[in-house]
T-cell receptor, first 115, second 112 residues
Framework: NAGVMQNPRHLVRRRGQEARLRCSPM?????VYWYRQLPEEGLKFMVY????????ESGMPKERFSAEFPKEGPSILRIQQVVRGDSAAYFC?????????????FGPGTRLTVT | AQSVTQPDIHITVSEGASLELRCNYS??????LFWYVQSPGQGLQLLLK??????LVQGIKGFEAEFKRSQSSFNLRKPSVHWSDAAEYFC??????????FGTGTSLTVIP
């Protein structure tokens, strides 16, 4: 029973490049959440998606960041024109939805380094 | 606004000693409360959760936590710490919008 999968685990990008982070939720889970963890800090909510819908993106920076969760395939967090301040660990979590939404299972994270 | 405070940035305990990690939250309604553990370079593993009912909840790896509404606290405890418990511990509160708010974490070091 595979857990939440994220890839790549480590990603290095130069300033100005694009970063694409992928998340495959647990089997049977239709809700995906993205969090960012800066060094020495806790996780900060970014966005909550269901299949083909963005439910809450209140934690997402207004520019350069976007997320999607298509009908088929993984959820994608996309960061355009990366800057050094984007260096962080990005975690994806999934849940069943409904009352089960209160139990989120986390992936191992993608560690993004911007040089 | 919802928020979570973990006042202890770093704690060191001896193996076999008891442990208590503090967590205080701010939330307008009945909170959904969680403790997660993160080993270096890894994702977060759910230790335990509180939704309602019995205020003392049992989790995995011998951990327990007690919800105290009057103190807005949800402290994590373990009676006897093992060296493998060394990790970062995060308290989180969830809201009806499914958004989680995390504390800044407590780093636990276990000495022999």
């Amino acid at each position: 029973n595979a857990g939440v999968m994220q890839n790549p685990r480590h990603l290095v990008r130069r300033r100005g490049q694009e970063a694409r982070l992928r998340c495959s939720p647990m089997k049977g889970h239709s809700h995906v959440y993205w969090y960012r963890q800066l060094p020495e800090e806790g996780l900060k909510f970014m966005v909550y998606l269901q299949k083909e819908n963005i439910i809450d993106e209140s934690g997402m920076p207004k520019e350069r960041f976007s997320a999607e969760f298509p009908k088929e395939g993984p959820s994608i967090l996309r960061i355009q024109q990366v800057v050094r301040g984007d260096s962080a660990a990005y975690f994806c979590a999934s849940s069943r939805g409904g009352q089960g939404a209160y139990e989120q299972y986390f992936g191992p994270g993608t560690r993004l380094t911007v040089t | 606004a919802q928020s979570v405070t973990q006042p202890d940035i770093h704690i060191t305990v001896s193996e076999g000693a008891s442990l208590e990690l503090r967590c205080n939250y701010s939330y307008g309604a009945t909170p959904y409360l969680f403790w997660y553990v993160q080993s270096p370079g890894q994702g977060l593993q759910l230790l335990l959760k509180y939704f309602s009912g019995d205020t003392l909840v049992q989790g995995i790896k011998g951990f327990e936590a007690e919800f105290k509404r009057s103190q807005s606290s949800f402290n994590l405890r373990k009676p006897s710490v093992h060296w493998s418990d060394a990790a970062e511990y995060f308290c989180a509160v969830g809201n009806t919008g499914n958004q989680f708010y995390f504390g800044t974490g407590t780093s636990l070091t276990v000495i022999p």
